[in-house]
Structures are given as C-alpha cells and as structure tokens.
T-cell receptor, first 114, second 112 residues
Framework: SQTIHQWPATLVQPVGSPLSLECTVE??????LYWYRQAAGRGLQLLFY??????ISSEVPQNLSASRPQDRQFILSSKKLLLSDSGFYLC?????????????FGPGTRLTVT | RKEVEQDPGPFNVPEGATVAFNCTYS??????FFWYRQDCRKEPKLLMS???SGNEDGRFTAQLNRASQYISLLIRDSKLSDSATYLC?????????????FGQGTILTVHP
C-alpha cells in the first residue's frame, strides 16, 4: 500500500530564516506530487506540482521554491521566510487510476513564522 | 466568481439527521469531482469520487449535474464522527496534470 510522509510535523522559524520541508512517498512509482498551503481559516492553495524528476510547475508567485531530486521525494524550500509564509503545508500524490486523479495527502507540516 | 463555491455553514445537526451539502463550479471543462473531509488540524482525506451517474457509499451519496455545474453530498443517519469540514474538489481535466481546485469547505457539527 502507498504511504506518504512529511517532516517535520511542526516548525517555528524566525522571519528571514531558510526553510526546507520534505515529503516522500512509498509504494508507488512515478507519482504526480503536489505542495499545498492552507492558511488559518482558509482553503487549500496549490503552490507547486511535479509530474517527474526535476519537473516543477509553480502556481503562485512567491518566495518559495520546490525541487524533486528523486522520483518519490518532493522538497519545499525558502531562502528567507516571511510572516505570510505561516500556514499548514501539505504534500499530496496522485496517479492515473481508472481515469481519475485522486490525490492523497500527507500529515502536513504546521509552520509558524515569528 | 470563485472556481468552486460551497456554503461554508456551519451546519449543526442532531445525530441521525440527514444533511446535504451543495457545491458549484465555474469551469465547464472540469472532468473529475471529489468530496474530501478534513478534521480539525488534520490533512484532507478523500471521502468519495463523484461519478456522472451519481454514486453511493454506505450513508453517503454524491450527485453530479454537469449541465448546472453542481455537485452535492448527502449524509444520512449522521454520526458524531461525521463532524468535520467537507471539501468540494474539482479537477480541470485535460492536460492539467491532476491539479485540483478546492472549495472553502462546509463545516458540519453533529451533536447528541
């Protein structure tokens, strides 16, 4: 069965510090991978998606970046965090399954920028 | 107009009640439709996909009306454990690589 891991679970970082969040998927190959952010009381916003190693598409201009160094590894980074980067960061994966793109989410990282 | 719109609620219902959530979407090219549930401070979890002919999974029934660009979720015999936020989700289809657009969610509280 497929599982998705994210770490860390919670993070408190000062403004201007760097960020690195990691997501790994097990039990599937060549998944599509996604990074979402959910601000407090808000809906999910798609930040990046990837259809393969080294292939990253950005949905929203921001000071964040993403990388996919391995098939089942997706990393979200920032060189300098802003207060507005606080939120719940969720990684998700999907594969083509009977024609539908059902996405499955990791447990998330709750980031507070102080 | 938002791409996916839901009544935010909250819906407060007693155990055993039937409750219905509605959702509209703006992209007529959308091909895939889902309902997710999200518990407080947790990740969203897929509840069910929504098929053109409508589908049922136990106490949950989903309907799709492509002409009206409308999706619904019916929960029968509500349980306390059904309390959560229900997210209406739409995929744009085509070459969108599985990108999903999420509604803001409808909050459901089931009380004894």
């Amino acid at each position: 069965s497929q599982t998705i891991h994210q770490w860390p679970a919670t993070l408190v970082q000062p403004v201007g510090s760097p960020l690195s969040l990691e997501c790994t998927v097990e039990g599937t190959s060549n998944p599509n991978l996604y990074w979402y952010r959910q601000a407090a009381g808000r809906g999910l916003q798609l930040l990046f998606y990837s259809v393969g190693i080294g292939q990253i598409s950005s949905e929203v201009p921001q000071n964040l970046s993403a990388s996919r160094p391995q098939d089942r590894q997706f990393i979200l980074s920032s060189k300098k965090l802003l207060l507005s980067d606080s939120g719940f960061y969720l990684c998700a994966w999907s594969t083509l399954r009977t024609g539908w793109y059902e996405q499955y989410f990791g447990p998330g990282t709750r980031l507070t920028v102080t | 107009r938002k791409e996916v719109e839901q009544d935010p609620g909250p819906f407060n219902v007693p155990e055993g009640a039937t409750v219905a959530f509605n959702c509209t979407y703006s992209n007529s090219a959308s091909q895939s439709f889902f309902w997710y549930r999200q518990d407080c401070r947790k990740e969203p979890k897929l509840l069910m996909s929504v098929y053109s002919s409508g589908n049922e999974d136990g106490r949950f029934t989903a309907q799709l009306n492509r002409a009206s660009q409308y999706i619904s979720l019916l929960i029968r015999d509500s349980k306390l454990s059904d309390s959560a936020t229900y997210l209406c989700v739409v995929n744009a289809g085509g070459t969108s690589y599985g990108k999903l657009t999420f509604g803001q969610g409808t909050i459901l509280t089931v009380h004894p």
